[in-house]
């Protein structure tokens, strides 16, 4: 319990907020000298640089030991020891240099006030705990490496705040990835004012892990110290929730240097944050001058072979224009390369047949990757793609990073996706797709009128799996039908490619197209269908022959005359539908042949009339005629399908279809004399009306809804209600106001109800003498010739084609 008192504690000020003192550093190695922030780790055989910074009026005594240590249970020799009096004056103008030995993998750098015998003490005490010191130099490697991604990230956000506000949450996004820092999204909701408070708040607990830092610094694996680091990485603190490594790694050095307390010397670490040859140390206690005297621990960067930042590319499939100023290729994997001066001396280097070319380049966390200036770049020079590769120094290394295609900007030919051919539809704002391998070095996009006005409009590169897409907003909101170009501009051409196209007025839509298999007509549904000029059905040609519309829809009917090619559409075939509009414009639809319409031919037929035992007083003069008050039976054999199914009916109607009647085997009327031939019986007043009349029709409709062509039944006609003739005798004039169209031997009067329903009636076969019955008639009696035989020619005003015959009795009045 006291132990994790003691981790809390010091993690509550794990902030190293004070400024200790500044030690200069630097490397040499193979005749080549880095300044301490360009050196990763050190080798055995490097000659180091070092010199104490301290201000001429340092009043302690300052002893400056370097040690290095060669492993947890192998104590370093006394001669791996070195002292330097930093009040002295050669120490001070010129510094020491110090050589690492073979066998080194740690440094260490000590501040010690002088009280005389210091040197032996601290010697005795690293050499008496050599695992002490150095895991305490491991962690506060990793301590270091992690607060200068930290100083990174916060100097970067404020700068942003202060420069770009605007730009905040992009760039913020972008160093998170860039240096490997917890961010919370949840920051961007609160009001501008508190933004940079949320990001940076409990900063120690931003730093996350980092496995290429962890590899440089070659930590222990087993022990306790690594269960302490561990068990303190997920141990809720006072305020930041969890430990992050960074604070871990403090907590860790901590526990570890208070074991090597004694009377005389307390440890307190400090972090180094190296800028060009100097060593900005950071204490998190201040030093104390009294027993025990504060020594303050210093780690120079690990002795261990060099390991590369291991960056990498975002999107390797993505390609980058070589002309586009302030190039931002994306990388990430290598916190270290964004936080700190370790990797130095970027280029991109491109290779084409034009020849190598090395672009400056230099990595920008809040740009999420390095920005290349391409100014001086040959890339005119060549066409087409390349790969350019990040190459860099990594302390005293050349290394190779990610690769990337780079292309080169040159005059090409845009396509318009298929999908938007005629997207271009006046009075509305449209999104055009346009293909090229120049997408990634467009700058500018705008849309030329026919007046030869530019009109600049929103574009932006589709999605990432459509690299070579560009999406295009075309404002058509006042626009007329027409022509009109877009302008496309790039980086590293002077002049923009131009893409010819056309708008058009609203097209219409098509919502469906049915057509049975064995017909040679289908039906087109949808809106402004006017517009078709003719379809095309799996390449069978087909022409409009009657438009109509029902229910805010266009149906439009459409035939053709190749016979032999509609004989192939077979039932259920997959068919494709392309509508050729009259502008030029296509439209497309999928389908399927629907199975053949059911077909019925007619057999026979039979009027019956009334039941009555008297003749007729009208026989009609045509077969073909149904009296209304009749009849009719007929017979009917399927020949669509072979066999008629229970299930199909026969719908009647008149030609305008204003009456109609659907017959069938459930409701009576229909009767199968066997599996193909039926027995029908129609009652016309019952089943159509009094008001029905004139040719009557029928087809066959299946129990799906499928119906067959029309054909001719029977022609439906209504009778008057004759009643008799009164004659005057011979000689008698005609009554008052009333004159025949012909003078006839006799005046007559006919009597009956609803002689309106009579057109014409004559005492002759060829109506010679005939008298018409006006539109409107509503009298009972109406003035005819004299009768021949007792017998009037009477045609009826709902067949007067036929001529029919009327026998009725004569009676004569005497004058």
């Given amino acids: 319990m006291a132990f994790v008192s003691v981790g809390e504690a010091f993690a509550e000020n794990a902030a190293f907020d004070l400024i200790g003192p500044k030690v200069d550093v630097r490397v040499e190695r193979q005749g080549a000298t880095r300044p301490i922030a360009e050196v990763p780790n050190l080798q055995a055989g490097d000659r180091l640089w070092i010199h104490p910074d301290l201000p001429d009026s340092q009043s302690v005594h300052y002893l400056m030991v370097v040690a290095f240590l060669r492993g947890a249970t192998n104590p370093p020799p006394e001669n791996w020891f070195t002292r330097a009096e930093t009040w002295n004056k050669p120490v001070r103008d010129e510094g020491i240099f110090v050589i690492v030995p073979p066998e080194a993998e740690e440094a260490l750098v000590f501040l010690a006030p002088e009280t005389g015998g210091a040197f032996s003490t601290l010697r005795n005490a690293v050499r008496g705990k050599p695992g002490a010191f150095v895991r305490a130099a491991q962690d506060l490697e990793q301590a270091s490496l992690d607060r200068a991604r930290l100083e990174a990230y916060l100097e970067a956000v404020k700068v ?14 972008f160093l998170a990835r860039s240096l490997n820092i917890k961010l919370d999204k949840q920051c961007f909701d609160k009001p501008s004012a508190e933004q940079v408070p949320c990001l940076t708040q409990n900063n120690e607990a931003l730093v996350l892990d980092d496995a290429h830092s962890q590899n440089m610094v070659a930590t222990l694996t087993t022990g306790a110290p690594t269960d302490l680091l561990a068990q303190l990485s997920s141990t809720p603190s006072a305020r930041s929730g969890y430990y992050s490594p960074y604070i871990g790694a403090v907590v860790d050095v901590a526990r570890i240097l208070a074991t090597t307390h004694t009377a005389q010397y307390q440890y307190i670490p400090a972090l180094a944050l190296p800028k060009k040859d100097q060593l900005n140390l950071r204490l998190n206690n201040p030093p104390s001058f009294r027993n025990p005297k504060s020594v303050i621990v210093i780690a120079l960067p690990p002795i261990r072979p060099t390991v590369a ?3 990498r590319a975002l999107d390797v499939n993505q390609v980058f224009c070589a002309n586009k100023p302030d190039l931002v290729l994306p990388a990430d994997g290598a916190p270290l390369v964004f936080a700190t001066e370790l990797a130095h001396n970027f280029v991109l280097h491109l290779e084409t047949k034009a020849g190598a070319t090395d672009l400056p380049a230099r990595p920008d966390p809040s740009r999420g990757g390095f920005v290349i200036d391409t100014q001086n770049a040959s890339a005119h020079r060549w066409t087409g793609e390349s790969v350019a590769t990040i190459r860099g120094t990594w302390g005293f290394r050349p290394f190779e990073g990610p690769r990337y295609r780079l292309h080169a900007s040159q005059p090409a030919q845009w396509i318009v996706a298929s999908k938007d051919a005629s997207a271009l539809i006046i009075g509305r704002e449209d999104t055009l797709h346009l293909q090229s391998p120049e997408t990634c070095c467009v700058s500018d996009v705008s849309v030329k009128d026919e007046t030869g006005s530019n009109v600049p409009v929103i574009w932006k590169t589709a999605k990432p799996e459509h690299p070579d897409e560009l999406e295009v907003k075309v404002p058509l909101q006042n626009a007329r039908a027409g022509s009109l170009k877009i302008l496309v501009k790039k980086f590293g051409t002077p002049d923009a490619d131009e893409i010819p196209l056309h708008t058009y007025a609203e097209a219409g839509r098509l919502d469906s197209f049915s057509i049975n298999a064995g017909d040679l007509d289908g039906i087109l549904r949808g809106t402004r269908l006017d517009q078709v ?9 087909f022409a409009p022959e009657s438009l109509s519309r029902a229910n805010q829809h266009d149906e439009l009917k459409l035939t053709t005359t190749d016979s032999a090619a509609a004989a192939k559409l077979q039932p259920g075939m997959a068919i494709a539908v392309r509508a050729r509009l009259k502008d030029g414009r296509t439209l497309d639809l999928s389908s399927n042949v629907a199975a053949p319409r059911p077909r019925l031919n007619l057999l026979s037929k039979s009027v019956q009339l009334d039941d009555s035992d008297s003749e007729p007083i009208i026989k009609l003069g045509n077969a073909d005629e149904l009296p209304q008050d009749g009849r009719l039976s ?5 020949q669509v399908p072979e066999i008629f199914p229970a299930g199909e009916r026969v719908e009647v109607a008149t030609a305008d279809e204003s009456f109609h009647v659907l017959l069938s085997v459930k409701d009576g009327n229909i009767t199968m004399q066997d599996t193909k031939t039926v027995y029908a019986v129609l009652d016309p007043m019952k089943l159509l009306g009094p008001s029905a009349f004139g040719p009557l029709k029928f087809r066959a409709v299946a129990a799906e809804g499928s119906e067959g062509d029309w054909q001719p039944l029977v022609n439906l006609v209504r009778i008057p209600d004759l009643k008799g003739i009164h004659c005057a005798s011979a000689g008698k004039n005609a009554k008052a106001g009333e004159e025949a169209e012909k003078p006839a031997e006799k005046d007559c009067t006919l009597s009956g109800d609803k002689l309106f329903l009579i057109d014409a009636v004559s005492a002759e076969p060829d109506f010679s003498n005939a008298v018409t019955v006006p539109d409107g008639f509503v009298d009972a009696a ?4 004299s009768p021949k035989n007792k017998t ?7 067949d007067p084609a036929t001529v029919n015959t009327a026998v009725l009795p004569v009676l004569t009045s005497q004058p």
């Fill in 160 to 173: 942003t705040s202060v420069i770009d506000p605007q730009e905040l949450q992009e760039h913020t996004t």
């Fill in 634 to 638: 007929f017979f009917l054999k399927t």
């Fill in 309 to 311: 930042p291991p960056l």
């Fill in 782 to 785: 109406l003035t005819v010739p």
């Fill in 533 to 541: 000029a003719r379809i095309e059905v799996n390449g069978i040609s």
């Fill in 792 to 798: 009037l020619y009477i045609k009826l005003r709902d």
